[in-house]
């Protein structure tokens, strides 16, 4: 400490820096190595599924009966008479730009049907993660503060089926349930097939875009749409949040500063909302980012099942009939975004909670 | 009747007599705990039920899962001769539900063999040896930890081909990181003891010391751990064959099965609906059982 300090003395004319924000530096440095690490982990592993699969890539461009010659020219063009090596250098090249190549499907490049399908997706995760954490969070809450009541029992039931049901399984009894018998809910689709396309995509988020149109009976049908297939995401958002809080809090509850906190007289919502939750927000903030992560990729499947145009469907679309250019471009896409959430938790973490250190 | 009772003071024996003795004798004291947690001892006997269903399922069975019958198709719940009812093409739900449970038990099997011998490889080395080699294996561990596993193994599967075998070696793929990371950070603390310093000093080479006196010790908390992880292995296999990537038709298996009953989920609900409800069955006894092994070999870990 005393030598920092003599240090910065001795060079007056530099702004010093304080040894917290060097740390903050050299942590956010450090994160956007292993960024790039990771990155570069996924692309090899997308380039490695790109050349193990036994499509052959040019039969599938030309088709089987074009000319020798053809199959030449598409053979070079796509590079695969270079080594290895250099075809990834390509890959790499190719990826850093936003090219995913051609959809075998439909001859349009990847990135351009990806930002297509992608809000529908954002919209169904980002809608799951409120209901899962505005219920979730007080759930755990609750459930520490009364360990073993009976809220607690209920919590631990609702997590343990979370964990143990199959979602697509879950879907179709909540589609069967609310929509066929009862009636309450939008069927699958974003909206009802007279509303497609008819507000002006701004966002590419119905809710959003529908009422920046004003168009209030648009908003009430995306929304009966989106609210079944959203719950069932957020509910197993619900579960991981609701027992990651349950611990958490636990952990606070147990600690001296809340007897202490007892003994000054504060209230019973004062000791768990002021001092004991205070401690836990970026802890949960990382559960959060992990959970919201999570249900990008949990969405997958139930897009399938709710006809969900987003980007679960057109990876498992894509699949289906080996249009490996989607496959992989929507993959990396997806494992992009999970590798940039699940840094920035862990950024945050370090930045914030100095136990971390 | 004395017999079993001098069995039982032999096996709490508080001064045990030989090295076979303790050992007993901890697994009985671990038994007991183990028995009196209600829903452990549930969650263990829907599995065991569940393994004799598969080896005994050709006496089990009503009727020939596979045997189509068009006339009598799409039969509610309780119909004469099919009691959970038949499918689009008039075979019978529960005899392929029957027959599914091996299909499942053969897929949570594989997957439960590779993956933690991967990870209890990878992880053991990691740890013992150090250096360089500690960091590039965990910087893989920590790549395929940062990548969204189902997706992941979506894209594997397009490449393999469809079917269970790729289905497993898919899930696996992905599986094994978090087994790595266990199995390290035990080496890491075994490593260092005075024991493993003592066998060093006998002679012992690094591979003598990893297989003989470090595996045995990360052994129970990735039993844990893969009792844990059986219930999501059970549901993204499900997934899979719902995606028609798993398993192929006519193959009972359970998650193809839901896919099939989900063209007549409106009018003929119990078609999708018995698959699903034997999927959570044994997950939820996988995560019964996981809980209560984990009180027993690794209290610390409980909350």
């Known amino acids: ?357 | 009747m004395s017999d079993r009772q001098t069995l039982r003071d032999w096996l709490l024996t508080e001064t045990p007599t030989s090295r076979r003795h303790a050992k007993l004798s901890a697994l009985y004291h671990g038994w007991l705990t183990f028995r009196s947690n209600s829903m452990a001892m549930l969650g263990l006997a829907i599995l065991v039920a569940l393994v004799l269903t598969a080896l005994f399922a050709p006496l089990l069975a009503p009727l020939d899962p596979f045997e189509q019958n068009l006339s009598q198709r799409l039969l509610p719940l309780g119909a004469e001769n099919h009691l959970f009812g038949t499918d689009s093409l008039g075979r019978d739900i529960l005899s392929r539900l029957i027959y599914g449970a091996r299909i499942t038990l053969y897929i949570v099997a594989l997957v439960a063999l590779i993956a933690p011998i991967v990870g209890l490889l990878v992880g053991t080395v990691s740890g013992y040896v150090g250096g360089w080699i500690d960091t590039v294996l965990m910087r893989v561990t920590d790549i395929f930890l940062a990548f969204p596993r189902l997706v992941l193994a979506l894209a594997f599967v397009a490449a393999l081909g469809a079917g269970i075998e790729n289905a497993v070696i898919a899930i696996s793929l992905t599986a094994w990181p978090p087994y790595a990371r266990i199995a390290r950070a035990e080496t890491l603390t075994i490593r260092s003891s005075d024991y493993i310093s003592a066998i060093k000093l006998q002679g012992a080479g690094p591979l003598r010391i990893i297989t003989k006196h470090i595996w045995p010790l990360c052994i129970s908390s990735l039993i844990v751990r893969v009792t844990l992880d059986m219930a999501g292995i059970i549901l993204a296999a499900a997934g899979l064959g719902f995606l028609g990537l798993g398993a192929q038709p006519p193959s009972p298996e359970w998650g193809a099965m839901i896919s099939e009953g989900r063209r007549f989920i409106l009018d003929h609900w119990w078609v999708a609906t018995m698959p699903g409800l034997a999927i959570f069955t044994v997950s939820l006894a996988f995560n019964l059982l996981g809980d209560g092994l984990r009180d027993v070999l690794d209290p610390k870990a409980g909350d």
């Open chain 1, 1 to 357: 400490m005393a030598l920092a300090d003599n240090a910065d003395t001795r060079r007056p004319n530099r702004a010093p820096l304080s040894r917290a924000s060097w740390s903050v530096i050299k942590t956010v440095l450090s994160t956007i190595g292993s960024v790039a690490v990771t990155l570069l982990g996924l692309l090899l592993v997308t380039f490695v599924i790109g050349r193990v699969m036994p499509i052959d890539p040019v039969l599938s461009i030309v088709g089987e009966r074009a000319s020798q010659s053809t199959y030449d020219a598409v053979f070079y063009e796509l590079g695969l008479d270079k080594p290895l090596l250099v075809q990834f250098l390509y890959y790499l090249w190719d990826v850093l730009h936003l090219d995913f190549g051609i959809s075998l499907l439909n001859a349009r490049p990847v990135s351009e049907d990806i930002v297509r399908v992608f809000p529908a997706t954002l919209e169904l995760a980002t809608v799951g993660i409120l209901l899962g954490v505005v219920i979730g969070v007080p759930l755990g809450v609750l459930a520490a503060v009364r360990k073993d009541s009976w809220i607690d029992q209920i919590a631990r039931v609702v997590a343990l089926v979370g964990y143990s049901m199959p979602i697509f399984w879950l879907g179709l009894m909540g589609l069967l349930i609310f929509y066929g018998i009862l009636g309450w809910v939008g069927g699958p689709g974003r909206v009802g097939i007279f509303y497609v396309d008819v507000v002006p995509t701004v966002t590419g988020l119905i809710l959003v875009d529908s009422l920046l149109d004003g168009n209030i009976e648009i908003f009430k049908d995306a929304f009966s749409h989106i609210i079944l297939p959203a719950s069932l995401l957020g509910y197993y958002s619900l579960a991981y949040i609701s027992r990651m809080t349950r611990s958490f809090m636990l952990e606070q509850m147990n600690a001296e500063y809340i007897t202490t906190a007892r003994v000054k007289g504060l209230s019973e919502w004062d000791v768990v909302w002021k001092h004991a939750f205070r401690n836990i927000r970026v802890q949960l903030i990382t559960v959060i980012a992990l959970s919201y992560a999570g249900l990008l990729e949990g969405s997958v499947l139930t897009e399938i099942i709710f006809s969900w145009p987003g980007i679960g469907s057109y990876i498992t679309t894509a699949l289906l009939s080996a249009d490996m250019n989607a496959v992989l471009g929507g993959t990396v896409v997806v494992g992009l975004i999970f590798i940039l959430l699940n840094i920035f938790s862990d950024l945050l973490y370090k930045i914030f909670d100095p136990r971390a250190k």
